[in-house]
């Protein structure tokens, strides 16, 4: 790995998110392909996530002053450039050797927040480095994957903080892999050289001498999975914020709200873990109100346009998280593949603002989505 990132080129042609992704089809090898681009099982919330936004129309309105507008959002008590982030995606060597490093650069570079994930295939206090001293740069916060080892768990999550990580991101909705049918049939595997190398020290699972009648998912590994209990503990063993990633029905969000998280991100981990889940779009108003201003609550999945960004925001997201693009942006041209993909939805932000007639992203209302009367 270097330890500056090398320049990628744009490909001739690449103009939008879904070219990018055209275009990783060509660069990317079918095992990297299976597991950046797959979903869960027969890939119904994969494909239900990008429909929602685009059943979602906008209904602009017109003659309003625009002098002066801008796409800048408050977030956990900073103002942010723009409301994308980049959603926390593993093993990203496999796109490019560079890895979450020119992810980090690219982020820092078009200001927007970046969520490293506990899978990293670099070091959490390189990437954090790296980008420490960077003008104009985005939150970074740190994905948290609640280990069966408590303790190993605590000194992750302090490893982040002490490395400059601004938030936990505590993901609730892996606790088992879902069924990667797409994954199976590449008979994927992780390449040498790409690993999750911010667990190398992780003691192994005790594996538990089962009863007859135990099954080995619920009595196995979902006996130290994370529960609503854990989510306490960890608030109690940080100073950071702890965002809960991956709630989908709004008790759950209620309960989270109650525990005084530091927010929520709606998600459904991008269709790779239960399918058939509803799209994120569908159900982030319900969470929205159910919080009622508790905490804010992000959302991502299936976010391909600047128009999807401003729909999230309209529906009440405080802001959205990709993770496909950027990825498939990394393998096409490094960090400047990334840096693309996030120029692009923030000019396709402006122009969805500009033309439905919003300055400021406060204007986004859910009035400015059409409803059939
Ligand atoms: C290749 C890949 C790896 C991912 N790894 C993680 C991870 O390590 N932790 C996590 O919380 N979410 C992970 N996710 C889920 C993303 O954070 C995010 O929820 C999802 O990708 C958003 O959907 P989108 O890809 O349609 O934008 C991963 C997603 C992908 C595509």
Request: hydrophobic residues 45%; neutral net charge.
């Amino acid at each position: 790995m270097t330890s500056v990132p090398t320049l990628g080129q744009i490909p001739p042609g690449v103009v939008t998110l879904a070219d990018h992704e055209a275009h990783a089809r060509t660069v990317l090898d079918d095992n990297a392909w299976a597991y950046f681009s797959g979903g869960a099982a027969d890939e119904i919330t994969l494909r239900a996530n990008r429909e929602a936004w685009d059943a979602l129309l906008l209904h602009p309105r017109v003659l309003r002053p625009m002098a002066g507008g801008h796409t800048r959002v408050r977030l956990l008590g900073r103002t942010l450039a723009h409301p994308v982030l980049l959603a926390p995606a593993a093993f990203q060597r496999m796109a490019h050797p560079d890895g979450e490093l020119a992810t980090a650069y690219a982020a820092a570079m078009q200001g927007a927040g970046l969520v490293l994930s506990t899978q990293a295939s670099v070091p959490l206090e390189t990437v954090a480095q790296a980008i420490r001293g960077e003008p104009g740069r985005g939150p970074l916060w740190f994905q948290l994957y609640m280990q069966h080892d408590r303790g190993f768990t605590r000194e992750l999550a302090q490893r982040a903080e002490q490395a400059g990580y601004e938030a936990l991101v505590l993901t609730v909705d892996a606790s088992a892999s879902g069924a990667r049918d797409r994954e199976r049939r590449a008979g994927f595997r992780l390449p040498d050289g790409v690993s999750a190398v911010n667990l190398a020290n992780l003691p192994p699972a005790p594996t538990p001498a089962l009863q007859p009648g135990q099954s080995a998912l619920f009595d196995g590994l979902l006996a130290t999975a994370p529960t609503w209990a854990d989510v306490e503990w960890l608030q109690a063993q940080t100073r950071l914020p702890v965002l809960l990633k991956g709630v989908l029905h709004e008790d759950d969000a209620r309960q989270a709200a109650a525990l005084r998280v530091g927010g929520l991100i709606v998600s459904n981990h991008g269709g790779r873990t239960l399918d058939t889940v509803p799209a994120t779009a569908r159900v982030l108003p319900r969470i929205v109100a159910a919080v009622a201003g508790a905490c804010p609550v992000l959302v991502d999945g299936g976010i391909r346009r600047g128009t999807d960004v401003l729909k999230a925001m309209a529906l009440g997201a405080q802001a959205v998280l990709v993770g496909r693009p950027y990825v498939f942006g990394l393998a096409n041209a490094g960090a400047l593949g990334v840096a693309h993909v996030l120029r692009l939805l923030r000019d396709e932000l402006e122009i969805a603002m500009a033309l439905s007639g919003c300055a400021t992203l406060e204007q986004a209302t859910p009035s400015l989505l059409f409803r059939q009367s």
